[in-house]
């Protein structure tokens, strides 16, 4: 059996009035069409990481609409996970090339989650594998009345050859692809079918739920921030394509000019990622000594609410990724009003327009010249986060994303139609609530 992940409930009628009218209007006129659809998520970890956070809302909001929908995971252990790591990162461009032992290690393992998912694969109408983990279970596994789709969150536009032509021909076996930016597709893709939108944050979560200042104060100053100094913040997993030591590099630039400024780099180490201890540990290195900086990270209990409370209160958040596919942190702390200098990589320009949301920036001169520029410019940081604010409110909360699924599983269920079904009735009391505004 594969690992089901327990969502919980989630209502669309509680984004009205968060969200724009007009998405939420759109989705329940869609939904109509998709109910009683059986739907699975399938990823390689429940925390830790961009895809997950997607996916705890997104699975249940299929729910609240009518679909049937499950989020499982793929087994696997370190050595399997050791593998991915180098996969991602290979088609993500790293140089290097898988040895024969790794290639049998990855496909031994992939074999035994593809078995379980034939298993319990309880009649799937779509399947969404995301990200390289998973993704050669569609060739693998012989569900072949599902329609399988490949959701790449990476950025696959200049793979490393030896990675891709591995990966390459087991990618066939699906119906269709979707990547964040039309830039991501790769070279010789083998399918015809291939969708391009980014992802979405969850304005509801309590990553992102507006907190009382006052708690938000008292949550910093538990974790050891100061919050009567100013603040920089970075939040992201220790991974080489973040940047944590450039950010570094362009924080100690800027100390001389504000003697006071505090930098916290906040890392979340997760199953799937075993490099990212090496990563955490160079970073500790780098900062050892200076009480500063603050290196946090989900082992000492810097989840949600303390990244919320981070994002909210930072004089300014910086995303100095070298490679990217989308990086909510950019959005989520956008959406809190606060300014973003990202690197100008993947999806992160997407969110940050000309004059909207923060400053993008090449290296870690720029960084640090834009970080002074914005510390030393309060009303510049403000003007930016709030026409942010509202580029992301329209662009990229989760019933943007949410409609651009089902408007795929429409588009794929027109091409070949899906069995009859028992509906299931979405909830009057739901759709009146999303009616009455
Ligand atoms: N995140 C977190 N704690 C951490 C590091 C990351 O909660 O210590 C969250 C972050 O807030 C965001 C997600 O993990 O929601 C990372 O997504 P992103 O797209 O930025 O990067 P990815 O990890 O997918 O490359």
């Given at each position: 059996?594969?690992?089901?992940?327990?969502?919980?409930?989630?209502?669309?009628?509680?984004?009205?009035?968060?969200?724009?009218?007009?998405?939420?209007?759109?989705?329940?006129?869609?939904?109509?069409?998709?109910?009683?659809?059986?739907?699975?998520?399938?990823?390689?970890?429940?925390?830790?990481?961009?895809?997950?956070?997607?996916?705890?809302?997104?699975?249940?909001?299929?729910?609240?609409?009518?679909?049937?929908?499950?989020?499982?995971?793929?087994?696997?252990?370190?050595?399997?996970?050791?593998?991915?790591?180098?996969?991602?990162?290979?088609?993500?461009?790293a140089p290097g090339e898988l040895s024969e032992t790794e290639k049998s290690l990855y496909l031994a393992t992939s074999h035994r989650n593809a078995s379980r998912l034939i298993n319990d694969s309880e009649d799937y109408d779509f399947i969404f594998v995301h990200d390289p983990q998973p993704a050669v279970l569609a060739a693998l596994s012989s569900l072949r009345d599902s329609r399988w789709i490949w959701r790449c969150h990476i950025d696959t536009s200049h793979p490393n050859p030896s990675f891709w032509e591995f990966l390459h021909p087991y990618l066939s076996a699906y119906d269709a692809a979707v990547f964040t930016l039309q830039d991501f597709i790769p070279p010789r893709l083998p399918l015809q079918d291939v969708h391009v939108y980014p992802p979405a944050i969850d304005p509801l979560s309590p990553k992102n739920y507006p907190l009382p200042e006052e708690l938000a104060r008292h949550v910093l100053e538990w974790i050891g921030i100061r919050t009567h100094r100013p603040l920089v913040t970075q939040v992201g997993r220790f991974d080489r394509w973040k940047d944590p030591l450039g950010v570094v590099h362009a924080y100690q630039r800027v100390r001389p000019h504000v003697p006071d400024l505090q930098l916290a780099l906040v890392g979340s180490l997760a199953l799937d990622d075993p490099e990212g201890w090496e990563v955490y540990e160079e970073v500790r290195a780098a900062t050892a000594g200076d009480s500063l900086i603050h290196v946090l990270t989900n082992l000492v209990g810097v989840g949600n609410i303390e990244v919320?409370?981070?994002?909210?209160?930072?004089?300014?958040?910086?995303?100095?990724?070298?490679?990217?596919?989308?990086?909510?942190?950019?959005?989520?702390?956008?959406?809190?009003?606060?300014?973003?200098?990202?690197?100008?990589?993947?999806?992160?320009?997407?969110?940050?327009?000309?004059?909207?949301?923060?400053?993008?920036?090449?290296?870690?001169?720029e960084c640090a010249e834009a970080l002074l520029r914005l510390l030393r410019q309060p009303e510049e940081a403000r003007l930016l986060g709030e026409r942010g604010r509202e580029y992301v409110r329209q662009n990229f909360l989760m019933p943007r994303l949410l409609l651009d699924h089902l408007r795929l599983l429409d588009h794929l269920a027109t091409a070949r139609p899906l069995p009859p079904r028992d509906i299931v009735p979405v909830s009057l009391v739901q759709a009146a609530g999303l009616a009455g505004g």
């Open positions: 059996m594969l690992d089901v992940v327990d969502v919980g409930k989630r209502s669309l009628a509680a984004y009205r009035g968060v969200a724009p009218d007009a998405q939420l209007d759109e989705l329940l006129r869609l939904s109509d069409r998709l109910r009683g659809a059986r739907c699975m998520h399938l990823s390689a970890t429940s925390y830790g990481g961009g895809v997950s956070e997607i996916l705890r809302t997104l699975v249940p909001l299929y729910n609240d609409l009518g679909l049937n929908a499950d989020w499982k995971l793929i087994h696997g252990d370190e050595a399997f996970f050791q593998v991915t790591k180098r996969i991602h990162n290979g088609l993500q461009g919320n409370a981070l994002q909210a209160r930072s004089d300014v958040v910086v995303q100095k990724s070298l490679r990217e596919g989308f990086g909510l942190v950019v959005s989520e702390a956008v959406w809190k009003g606060t300014p973003v200098i990202g690197g100008r990589v993947g999806g992160i320009p997407l969110q940050l327009p000309d004059d909207t949301g923060g400053l993008l920036v090449d290296t870690e001169e």
